[in-house]
């Protein structure tokens, strides 16, 4: 059949999923016209038709919440507006918990749903029963209860979201496929078809499991895979009722739910099997997969055991179906790194019907102000490192991720699959002296170490999860407590290391950064890259190396969104060449009180305070390495951060360690290092600042020039906040007891009100309590001007309360850091 496709448009849309239609309905809703959906066979076609429908609302962070709940609220209205049926139904879900640490983390997820007024219910089994009376309910310790959740037909949503789209002015074709992505190496122009090339403004990828290769093929980085996932329908089912709640039982990997007359019962095992490695068949359209029926048993039984009366219902539907998982179970949204214009949104780790509406929103927002609407680094696809796409990777990494959707969140939990990817020069020697390792971005690196002598009997370096104080909480308060009364040393190597060479390299790095980097040779600068609008898209430190060279070093986790946001920002005409050095070089960190009388008795060269000041930098002997050490820290301490190339990583760390006993010198893992650094309240981007919290807001004033010659990007937006005065502050919270936890996402209360939530928090050893940072509304009576601590008189007041999995612990709050607020230790 002829299809008469136009020739261009200004935002192309391809697959016709949920997904994809989600887009297209949000875009025509904001007025954009010219909008074209391209779906190789029929609308829902892939994963969609088969979605369960589950409608669920609370995730494992607020933003997400907001995504989801804005789903809900979207699928209640649609069909009124569309007058396509839906399906919807709010029945309410009820989350089961058998153990005990479960049980504290549905609590923790209910204090943290008051953070945005979701009502949660924490329940008993009394009331579990009367809401759920088909359930055995014995080994149930208790549970949460969300009135406002439900379930909807996906197909039916899809093909509302669809209608909603057209009426507004998108056009949809089906049997049309996508199959190639034309760019100019820097920017999306366009797609190609069997029915000729569409030129496009904008392209937005959703296309289910099948983005990874459709994105590779234009060199962009989208790492998911397909794996198998199971339900089985059962009829005749005595008692069932489509009022009945959505019940999870997290603990047995299992969900139920009405399903038109049936019970539908799904699973998230554990060991997932992944699906479609050597390509997905191309006539694959509304298809099933055999799977295989002894995978699914084991959920099965402990399903018929949850509902007894499943065992005089029959089994109308085995059914499996593909869906596309990704390496951190999180999905994929936004602009990509490497192409201009070219935009994602897939990878929906089974909740891609109760994130559609959400995704389709801030999709259709992003395009539109070139911005994400909230932070959303968390799902942002510029997370991705590269190597992510490796098919090996990714086959044993997803077989884990679909089982994570169930599995108790611990604090720290470390993935089991896909290790060892990339690992620092010195990762044998630290394993031998005894690292457990964690996995960031593919990097190993030393978290904690189990005590000498114990290896490998005694406290063996592995993780015993819980909320409370973990096994390895003793090891990194000992760790914590050498880097503040001795010297640690810290494998920083996972760092990201760029350098910047060219007559323009000032120039360049000047109109992105914050604080003046037109230092001299050898001197660190601190400094964040912000957007026009003041918020923190980076935080990194700036070497000047030459009049014509920086090194520019920033955390691992935003390797490739800082790498791209300077390379953006290189004007055509300018002279300089940005290079990512981070496999050339390892970095070592020598921080504590000892560390000069260490560093000073293997080298010649002089380190003493006059010679080599804080926020310096230069090359010295160590070992037979020259080494370049920078007088930094991120952990509040007398220190140096020693980069070196990657081949004399082995020497120099001998060196150390063989000088190290004379000083008091211990190994250190990234535990203590985030203890540390949060007990002195230094910011953490991605959790403590984001693209929507400015230098104003975040406490960090310190490192913003106003008036640098030549201005810098960002800089009218913060004047203007200078002058009109911030709405929040970040804060430091110290915990009065020093018995609880914080991890993140904890309500922050100030008399009856919730004023915000914690952004990070871990335990601070030297202070004797928990401490988070989180922002706080700057309360009445502050006047938010930024003459120093704006709304600081109230700030600094007592009166505040976190809440822990349902306790309002009290705290102390300070916007001045709690550990050694004059800097006196840093600067000696
Ligand atoms: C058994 C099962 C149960 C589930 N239950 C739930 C649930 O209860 N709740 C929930 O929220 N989620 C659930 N999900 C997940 C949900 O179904 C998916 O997350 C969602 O459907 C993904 O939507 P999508 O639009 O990203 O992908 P898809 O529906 O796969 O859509 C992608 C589309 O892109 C098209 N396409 C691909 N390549 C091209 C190309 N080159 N050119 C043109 N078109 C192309 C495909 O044909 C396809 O139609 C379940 C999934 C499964 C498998």
Request: aromatic share 10%; net charge neutral.
């Amino acid at each position: 059949m002829a299809i008469d496709l136009p020739s261009r448009a200004r935002v192309v849309i391809v697959g016709g999923g949920v997904i994809g239609c989600s887009v297209a309905y949000h875009l025509a809703k904001l007025g954009w016209s010219d909008i074209v959906l391209l779906e190789r066979k029929q609308l829902t076609s892939g994963t969609t038709w088969h979605a369960a429908g589950l409608v669920g609302q609370l995730r494992q962070s607020i933003n997400m919440t907001q995504l989801a709940r804005y789903t809900g609220d979207l699928y209640r209205g649609l069909e009124a507006e569309t007058g396509q049926a839906t399906g919807y139904r709010q029945c309410g879900s009820i989350s089961l918990a058998t153990t005990a640490g479960r049980m504290e983390e549905l609590k923790r997820n209910a204090s943290m749903a008051k953070v945005f007024g979701l009502p949660v219910n924490v329940v008993g089994r009394s009331e579990i029963r009367s809401l759920y009376p088909l359930a055995h309910l014995d080994d149930v310790i208790g549970g949460i209860h969300i009135p406002s959740d439900g379930y909807a037909n996906a197909v039916d949503i899809t093909q509302a979201l669809a209608k909603g789209a057209r009426s507004a002015g998108a056009r949809i074709f089906q049997d049309v496929k996508v199959t190639a992505i034309h760019n100019d190496g820097r920017r999306v122009s366009g797609v190609q078809t069997a029915h000729g090339r569409l030129d496009a403004d904008y392209v937005v990828l959703c296309g289910g499991m099948w983005t990874r290769n459709l994105a590779a093929s234009a060199g962009v980085t989208v790492p998911l895979h397909a794996c198998e996932h199971y339900y089985v329908l059962f009829k005749d089912v005595p008692g069932l009722s489509p009022d009945l709640p959505v019940l999870r039982d997290y603990d047995h990997c299992s969900y139920f739910k009405y399903d038109a007359g049936k019970l539908l019962v799904g699973a998230f095992e554990p060991h997932a099997r992944p699906w479609g490695a050597d390509g997905i068949p191309e006539d694959f359209e509304f298809g099933e997969i055999a799977g295989d029926f002894s995978h699914f048993e084991p959920v099965l039984l402990d399903a018929m055991r949850r509902i007894p009366a499943l065992e005089q219902a029959g089994i109308q539907k085995f059914f499996c179906g593909p869906e596309s998982f990704t390496p951190d179970v999180r999905y994929h949204l936004g602009e990509s790194t490497e192409l201009e214009r070219l935009f994602v949104a897939a990878g929906l780790n089974s909740i891609g019907l109760q994130s559609a509406g959400g995704i389709g929103k801030v999709v259709a927002e992003w395009i539109r102000d070139g911005h994400p609407p909230v932070d959303l680094w968390e799902v942002d696809v510029r997370r991705n490192m590269p190597f992510q796409i490796n098919r090996k990777y990714l086959r044993e990494r997803v077989s884990e991720s679909l089982g994570l959707l169930y599995a108790t969140h611990w604090p720290f939990r470390q993935y089991e699959t896909a290790r060892g990817a990339r690992k620092s020069a010195l990762h044998d020697r630290l394993a031998a002296a005894g690292a457990c390792f964690g996995e960031a971005f593919g990097w190993e690196r030393a978290n904690w170490y189990a005590p000498a002598g114990t290896v490998p009997a005694g406290t063996a370096p592995a993780y015993a999860y819980s909320y409370g104080r973990q096994n390895w909480f003793e090891h990194s308060a000992r760790e914590h407590l050498a880097v503040r009364g001795a010297v640690g040393l810290f494998d920083q190597s996972s760092f990201a290391k760029f350098r910047l060479e060219g007559a323009d390299a000032q120039r360049v790095l000047n109109r992105i950064s914050a604080n003046e980097v037109n230092v001299a040779p050898g001197k660190m600068v601190y400094t964040q890259w912000l957007n026009e609008r003041g918020g923190i898209e980076a935080d990194l430190t700036v070497t000047r190396l030459t009049e014509t060279a920086y090194l520019i070093v920033g955390g691992a986790e935003t390797e490739s969104k800082d790498f791209n946001w300077l390379k953006r920002h290189i004007d055509p005409s300018a002279h300089c060449v940005l290079t990512n050095v981070t496999s050339g070089m390892g970095v070592l960190s020598l921080m504590g009180p000892r560390s000069r009388e260490l560093l000073q008795s293997l080298t010649p060269d002089d380190v003493s305070n006059e010679a080599f000041p804080f926020a310096t930098s230069r090359t010295i002997e160590l070992g037979y390495a020259l080494v370049r050490a920078s007088r930094i820290t991120y952990v509040g301490e007398l220190g140096w951060e020693l980069y070196v190339p990657t081949e004399f990583m082995q020497g120099v760390y001998d060196e150390l360690l063989a000088a190290g006993p004379r000083h008091g010198l211990v190994h250190a893992g990234y535990h203590a290092l985030n203890s540390l650094r949060i007990e002195k309240a230094y910011r953490h981007w991605g959790h403590d600042i984001t693209d929507e919290d400015t230098p104003w807001e975040a406490g960090l004033g310190f490192a913003v020039k106003l008036d640098k010659p030549g201005g810098f990007i960002g800089r009218e937006a913060l004047a203007r906040q200078r002058d009109s005065g911030v709405r929040k502050r970040l804060v430091q919270f110290k915990l009065k007891s020093p018995q609880p936890l914080l991890y993140h996402n904890e309500p922050i209360w100030r008399g009856s009100s919730i004023v915000g939530f914690v952004r990070s928090g871990m335990y601070a050893h030297s202070l004797g309590a928990a401490v988070g940072l989180g922002y706080v509304t700057v309360p009445p009576g502050g006047d938010g001007a930024l003459g120093g601590t704006p709304g600081g008189a109230a700030i600094d007041a007592d009166g505040y309360e976190i809440e822990v999995a349902g306790i309002r612990e009290p705290a102390t709050a300070s916007l001045r850091p709690l550990y050694d607020p004059k800097n006196e230790r840093i600067k000696g």
